[in-house]
């Protein structure tokens, strides 16, 4: 994953690559409770592929008190050959990420939706953004942000 902070990005913010604080051989992107943060990487679905599967894995920096939830939003913006890139997409909610009461454990979830519905096109590179939203998110504390891996179908 790239680092955000451009400002013409969709989420100006850099999530910040940190040392996982439980084992610090892992480098996380720490994201914020109150300000929106993101991450960029570039993704190029194959021809023919109709799908995206979207797998994040995230955890709590801190163990919570209650039951919370990580709410996180998808952005692209395609770049075509010989073209300037596309403006950011609207924004595209991934599934909940549900955290355990007093977990600091990894969550994995997945989303999974039609090209169309990531504004995705087969074939054609895309430059995608991770951001962590405040609206419906309850953790209040940092979330990290181990991986996202992009499946095709």
Known sequence: ?????????AVTALAPLVADPV???????????????????????PGGSTNMTLEVWVRAQVANV?????????????????????AWSSSV???????????ILSQKVS???????????????HQIQLSRTSVGDTLIDNA???VAIPEFS
């Open 1 to 9: 994953m790239t680092s955000s902070g451009v400002s013409d990005w």
């Open 23 to 45: 084992d610090p051989g892992v480098s996380v992107r720490q994201m914020d409770d109150t300000t929106a943060q993101g991450v960029t990487m570039y993704i190029r679905p």
């Open 93 to 103: 909610a991934l599934d909940d990420i549900a955290i355990p009461i007093g977990s």
């Open 66 to 86: 209650g039951a919370t939830t990580v709410k996180m939003l998808f952005h692209e913006r395609e770049l075509l050959d010989d073209s300037p890139w596309t």
């Open 111 to 125: 989303t999974t939706k039609t090209l169309a519905a990531w504004g995705l096109t087969a074939g054609e590179l």
């Open 144 to 146: 990290l942000l181990h």
